[in-house]
């Protein structure tokens, strides 16, 4: 038997997972959703969308592919650019990388918002705590005085001003139709997705197939990185940026089985 063998499903705190696990990335993220249950901030179904998510990042290898880190930079080049950046946060994403949004707010000068689709009081303020918690002072979606067109339910509603005047929209883990409705509202709209297939990234100006755990780090190392860069290196980064051909090479990717 080996050490990897007597990890336990029901570990305490995420620092027992042995950083050396051929598995630890998925065994972190299942650690992280079911704390994020407990605690109110993930929904029962995050816990299945973040299941669907595990696979395809299986058949990526599990690993950062070359077109997912062009990506990332692209996107780092937008909000860096924008007037108005905004970074939307569901469940998932405050259970998964709470301190890794708070980080690339501050590298990017944008403003989070929480979004959700089961939305209750309870859990938007359990949210915020959770991101203040993790070094973030200012946590818009709280308010909740505007809704984005054409789309019903709870997660139609958004900050007057934070997503539905934003100009740059950073959309992880994302329903289709929402990322649909943002994107008829003429944003730049940033997808992080584990699917290449699936609407939310079909419909994304800069769709990011990637693990969200590495995604976004990566994202504030580039736009850290990019600090200093003029208006027109920033451009040259985003318009040399291809999304079709990263879509193709993500797909490629796990349809070859090469892990």
Known sequence: ????????????????????????????TRHRIEKGVEKGITHLQGMHAEGRGSAFDYLLGETTIPSADDAERAAAA??????????????????????????????????????????????IEAIAAH????????????????????????????????????DVVL???EDGDRAEALNEMDKTELVID???????????DVPIVDNIIRAVPNMTEHAKELA????????????????????????????SGEL
Not at 2 to 7: C, K
Not at 94 to 115: F, K, R, S, Y
């Open 1 to 28: 038997m080996t050490d990897y063998d007597t990890v336990s499903a029901d570990v305490e705190h995420e620092e027992e997972i042995p950083e050396d696990h051929p598995r630890y990335q998925d065994l972190l």
């Open 78 to 123: 937008h909000l860096l650019l924008a007037d108005h950046p905004v970074l939307s946060i569901n469940g998932n994403v405050a259970a998964l990388v709470p301190g890794e949004m708070v980080d690339l707010a501050e590298a990017t000068g944008a403003d989070l918002e929480i979004n959700l689709f089961n939305r209750t009081p309870k859990r």
């Open 131 to 166: 991101l203040r918690e993790h070094g973030a002072t200012d946590v818009k979606g709280l308010e909740a005085d505007a809704r984005i067109p054409n789309l019903d339910h709870q997660r139609a509603k958004v900050d007057e001003d934070g997503i539905y005047t934003a």
């Open 171 to 173: 959309v992880p883990l």
């Open 194 to 204: 584990l699917n290449p297939l699936s609407r939310s990234p079909q419909v994304a």
């Open 228 to 255: 200093d860069a003029d208006e027109s290196e920033l451009l040259a980064i985003i318009e040399a940026f291809d999304r079709e051909v990263a879509l193709e090479q993500a797909e490629n990717r796990i349809r």
